[in-house]
């Protein structure tokens, strides 16, 4: 990806533009103008639900932490804004490590919980109506698996994915054929359970042979989507952040 389209955060030298992040309205307003391109605050007040008071002054505090900038207008009447990055990211060590940024990683992912059940609505819509052929029936899909793996082997899977993806994404750029496709990617490891023989509300880990997937192996191996793509991809037009692998921003 062109480091002009990524903007990686440090909590040490951004704590306010982290924080500037930690407002789910800001997060989405962020998202769909990357993934819809310029608006109005009228325009995503619309498409939020919100006040286009609140959609006005969620965007200024964006443009103050460089977020969002003016775009061109159609007319003189009210300001257009742009997304200025296509990809925020940071390093997630860093941001656990410091005093109040935590809730960026908590406000982020439940940000990207709510866009992929969107994507999955629409997705489904457009299979129902037609909107997308059948060629793309076989290749889309959610897979849930839950491999053993090593921190080093879990970075080296992320790192080979997202070096993937920018590839695929360069080959096809000019393709006709090409549709957005939402890519998230989730890789969350879980301690072993402790007994919960004693322990009031435990609930077990689920079980990796009961993982579910559209065409997904029950035992784990590939299924017909392939491997699990664990954040959002280096495109993440409509979702609103990347966790970056080691080394990125530090």
């Known amino acids: 990806m062109d480091d002009d389209s990524r903007r990686v955060l440090n909590p040490e030298r951004d704590p306010a533009a982290l924080k500037a992040l930690t407002h789910p309205l800001r997060l989405r307003l962020l998202g769909l103008l990357r993934l819809r391109g310029p608006a109005t605050a009228s325009e995503l007040a619309d498409r939020t639900g919100e006040s286009s008071a609140s959609t006005s002054y969620h965007l200024r505090v964006l443009a103050k932490h460089a977020f969002v900038a003016e775009a061109e207008h159609r007319d003189g009447r009210e300001r257009r804004w742009k997304a200025v990055h296509s990809v925020t990211s940071w390093s997630n060590a860093a941001v656990l490590a410091a005093p109040?940024?935590?809730?960026?990683?908590?406000?982020?992912?439940?940000?990207?919980?709510?866009?992929?059940?969107?994507?999955?609505?629409?997705?489904?819509?457009?299979?129902?109506?037609?909107?997308?052929?059948?060629?793309?029936?076989?290749?889309?899909?959610?897979?849930?698996?839950?491999?053993?793996?090593?921190?080093?082997?879990?970075?080296?899977?992320?790192?080979?994915?997202?070096?993937?993806?920018?590839?695929?994404?360069?080959?096809?750029?000019?393709?006709?054929?090409?549709?957005?496709?939402?890519?998230?990617?989730?890789?969350?490891?879980?301690?072993?359970?402790?007994?919960?023989?004693?322990?009031?509300?435990?609930?077990?880990?689920p079980d990796p042979a009961t993982a579910s997937g559209d065409g997904a192996a029950a035992d784990g191996e590939r299924g017909t989507d392939g491997v699990p793509l664990p954040g959002a991809g280096p495109v993440t037009a409509s979702a609103t952040t990347r966790e970056p692998r080691s080394g990125d921003g530090r």
């Open 100 to 205: 109040g940024s935590r809730g960026l990683l908590e406000t982020s992912r439940q940000r990207q919980l709510e866009h992929l059940r969107e994507t999955v609505e629409r997705h489904e819509a457009d299979i129902a109506t037609g909107r997308l052929g059948r060629e793309w029936h076989e290749p889309s899909g959610i897979s849930d698996l839950m491999p053993r793996l090593t921190p080093e082997s879990l970075s080296e899977l992320l790192d080979t994915v997202n070096a993937k993806l920018a590839e695929l994404t360069a080959r096809d750029a000019d393709d006709p054929r090409a549709e957005q496709v939402v890519t998230v990617v989730a890789a969350l490891p879980l301690a072993a359970a402790e007994p919960a023989e004693g322990r009031a509300g435990s609930r077990p880990v």
